[in-house]
């Protein structure tokens, strides 16, 4: 009798632990409104919407005055970009904006690719949706969400949609095709602001997972840097048996264990014991110089916006020349750090100014810019690893390319505390943040073979 009440207590308490656990490591999606008011009774409209970006006349004279207007700032001597943008340079990015960027050649680039509105939660989301025009026979689509951050936007998604959804002429890899949907994040560029508190990285995700199964796709892969990348790990925590892999070029921690600090006291002298390549001593080693001071010149912006980001977005909402240079600085930077060396920032080594204004114009335009920076606060205003996904694992497949320029680098080894399931982790030969927009071909290289491997495996199994 005895022996039957411990083995029942045993076997108890390894039902409980395991049902538990199970409760434990279950996270919720949620659900929101973000439209003025409460809920209507009523169904949310389920019309798909075909849009266009336009442009007025008054609105393109309206920003000419205000260049026209622009005062400046004399930089110190060779201050180059150490003091942020530098105003000699930011002189004559002003004067091609004002005469010789056309806006409404970029509007014609902009609707090159369809686009689309929708209602979910409340509010219009836009969204790109290309399909592909080129597959072989018996070969289908893969559906694709790629999501972009800040201080960019879709835009910075249009020199690698052509390469996804067209690889073979492209000189890509053919084995995989995609179908693109390509949505801005609400609050930035044609997307709608949420107008209620509380808009997180969380609640951007569950909207596009409602916008996937309202164009009728329950499977599909996922890929983001900056905030798309929080946005599409939320996705993946929220949604795994909807996502089939997803893909990053930046792999956010909020949370490090123990062994992760350890790691950052002894991995430059033993690298192999904490699972570090060569690649990741060069990156992050000696750590006060390439993690901590790094850090802190680049994350000031952040500060602002996740505790006052109205007091920013005003400013530069209403100043075209304010806007130009607070998101600028960050192509610079945040390309190549060794960038602030130079008078230019070195941004013409990497984009256009068309490509560049084209990317603030929508910001202009748009006037998404405080909502844009309002994003922070949101996602970062109730401190750091407060949250419960935060801390919970991905289990969905995952790809990481890792570029050397990145503001931030996460070895494989702290990444899989958190995303258990790496099936792909590259190092890119070079790059930074802008990944898409900079390097679209190394990118959607990787995101290829990232795929193959995944359905291969899938295959396998």
């Not at 005062?71 to 990015?93: I, W």
């Not at 509380?198 to 951007?204: P, W, Y």
């Not at 992760?260 to 001593?281: H, I, M, R």
């Not at 070895?411 to 030969?429: C, D, E, G, L, T």
Request: overall charge neutral; some cysteine; glycine content about 8%.
């Amino acid at each position: 009798m005895l022996l039957e009440m411990i083995l029942a207590a045993v076997f108890g308490t390894i039902i409980y632990f395991f049902l538990t656990k199970t409760k434990e490591e279950s996270l919720s999606m949620g659900d929101g409104w973000w439209a003025v008011g409460q809920r209507p009774d009523s169904e949310e409209d389920t019309e798909i919407r075909r849009f266009k970006v336009d442009t007025s006349e008054a609105e393109i004279k309206d920003l000419h005055q205000r260049l026209d207007k622009a005062r400046f700032a004399e930089p110190l001597e060779d201050s180059c970009f150490h003091y942020g943008f530098n105003a000699t340079y930011l002189k004559k990015v002003v004067s091609y904006w004002r005469n010789q960027f056309n806006w409404k050649k970029q509007v014609e680039v902009l609707n090159k690719f369809p686009q689309f509105k929708t209602k979910i939660e409340g509010i219009d989301v836009h969204f790109l949706h290309i399909k592909p025009l080129h597959l072989s026979e018996g070969q289908t689509a893969k559906p694709l969400l790629m999501v972009h951050g800040w201080p960019g936007s879709v835009y910075e998604l249009y020199k690698i949609i052509p390469l996804l959804t067209d690889p073979v002429n492209h000189g890509l890899s053919g084995d995989h095709v995609f179908e693109m949907i390509c949505p801005s994040i609400p609050g930035f560029g044609f997307s709608e602001a949420p107008h209620k508190k509380g808009f997180n990285t969380m609640c951007a995700a569950r909207i596009f997972y409602k916008l996937m199964l309202k164009l009728g796709f329950h499977k599909f892969y996922i890929q983001g840097g900056d905030y798309g990348s929080l946005i599409c790990t939320n996705l993946a925590q929220v949604a795994p048996r909807h996502v089939k892999g997803i893909h990053l070029n930046i792999a956010v921690l909020t949370s490090i264990g123990f062994k992760q600090l350890l790691s950052v006291l002894l991995g430059q002298y033993f690298p192999a014991l904490f699972g570090f390549q060569a690649e990741d001593v060069q990156l992050i080693f000696p750590f006060k110089k390439k993690v901590l001071y790094k850090i802190l010149l680049e994350s000031g912006y952040m500060h602002i916006q996740a505790t006052k980001p109205d007091t920013v977005g005003c400013g530069i909402n209403d100043s075209p020349v304010g806007l130009a240079a607070y998101i600028l600085e960050k192509f610079s930077t945040w390309t190549d750090p060794s960038f602030q060396n130079l008078e230019d920032g070195g941004l013409e080594k990497k984009f256009t100014l068309d490509d560049l204004l084209t990317n603030i114009m929508i910001y202009w335009a748009s006037g998404c810019v405080v909502s844009s920076v309002r994003f922070y606060k949101e996602v970062f205003g109730k401190g750091i690893s407060t949250e419960k996904h935060e801390k919970f694992p991905v289990e969905v497949p995952t790809g990481i390319a890792a570029f050397p320029n990145e503001v931030f680098h996460t070895p494989r080894s702290w990444a899989q505390q958190k995303y258990v399931n790496i099936v792909s982790y590259n190092f890119m030969p070079r790059g930074g943040h802008f990944a898409a927009f900079e390097e679209p071909e190394i990118l959607a290289a990787d995101i290829i073979q990232f795929v193959d491997q995944v359905e291969k495996a899938s295959f396998v199994q």
